[in-house]
């Protein structure tokens, strides 16, 4: 498609007309949610960008960096995109007719490589180009995974072989193929990295067939699609579990379960639909005695994340379907009542016993005390 693209601007310039770029447009007002599909999906809305006097850098850093994409893709080359950013960058210093195109920060060209994926409807790893590996780190006594590189071979890692280290999965879960060496009963999401290590550390895995992951807050693309590689491989009960608060809701739930805008080409195989909110749950804290505090409006951080939830009541697809309507009574709970309750609350129920907070998770899956 990138040749085709370049092809038609080609002669569309030979001809003399001016080129108009194309893509699908990425935000919340162009976002449909079904939950008979169960991600948000892109409506009908584009954003063009026609070759003239106040878009010609627009333009041109697209083609430029377009370049370097399907260079990569042709040598079978990949780089993050912190490394496409000095390579455009070194390029432009080196090249004086290329300085116009310079980019101030990685912002710039990172905004450039988005557009480039949302005009070709394409992911960005198909184009080579990878994030960071960041969170993920999964755990498990019955998990083996076999992972298939560019050049075909194939590597096997059995997890329980691993002790209480992590397996991380890579920016490309879509190479990786999972099995099971016995029954697992459940995969648990765990919003806090260092809460994911703490369970294993106290003997979590060795207590249930399960898979444990540490999603560090706001799930990467490949801890959303390692999910959902969990969810289509494995068939197992999803769970996450993580803070009651407003953040916690909009930015990392809901993008795990559902996707996010800004990824609107992409939710079909970046986020896990069957994952169920464990929680903590309002009726947790009574129920518990855990121990919250009330959300203060003056915090800047926290301010925005109330106004957040607010908007995404009145605008979010997703909250505003009614088959998340207790997703969005949380939601509700949360702006109207100013408070927030941390997920290692559930330590302060008993702290001399160690594995309270895995008791607890175990008695909220048995008894269904969660939200589907």
Known sequence: MGTELCERMLSDL??????????TKCSL???????????????????SSELNVSSVKKMSRAIFMLEILLRNVEIANINTKRELYYVAKGLVKHETKLRPLDFQDQDESDSVIDFICEMMEAYREELNCVADDRGGQTY??????????????????????????????KNRPQNLTLRAKEK????????????????????????HN??????????????????KRIQE??????????????????????????????????????CAPEVKFLGVLPEDIAKYDLVDYPVKESDLQ???????????????????????????????????????????????????????MEKIIIDKIKNGNYID
């Open 29 to 47: 007002d162009n976002s449909q949610y079904s939950p008979k599909v169960g991600y948000l999906t892109p409506g009908n809305k584009k954003v």
């Open 233 to 270: 491989q494995l068939r197992v009960p999803l769970f996450f579990f993580g803070d009651l608060d407003a953040y916690t809701m909009q930015n990392i739930y809901r993008t795990l379960r559902a996707g996010s805008a800004a990824s609107l080409i992409r939710n079909s195989d970046f």
């Open 210 to 227: 399960s898979i444990l992951i540490g999603a560090q807050g706001v799930p990467s693309n490949a801890v959303r699609a390692w999910v």
């Open 302 to 356: 926290e301010a925005r994340a109330l106004k957040k939830a607010r908007d995404a009541l009145s605008n979010d697809p997703f909250f505003k379907d009614k088959r998340n309507k207790e997703l969005r009574g949380i939601l509700d709970w949360l702006v109207k009542n100013k408070r927030r309750c941390e997920q290692q609350s559930f330590i302060s129920v008993d702290p001399r016993d160690p594995q309270m």
């Open 14 to 23: 030979e001809k003399a007309k001016r080129p108009v770029l194309t893509a």
């Open 184 to 207: 697992i009963d459940f995969c648990l999401i765990i919003e806090s990295q260092g809460t994911a290590n703490t369970l294993v550390a106290n003997g979590f895995t060795k207590r």
């Open 140 to 169: 498990s006594k019955q998990l083996v995974v076999v992972e298939t590189e560019l050049d075909g071979t194939q590597s096997t890692i059995d997890l329980s072989t691993l002790g209480t280290a992590p397996y991380q999965p």
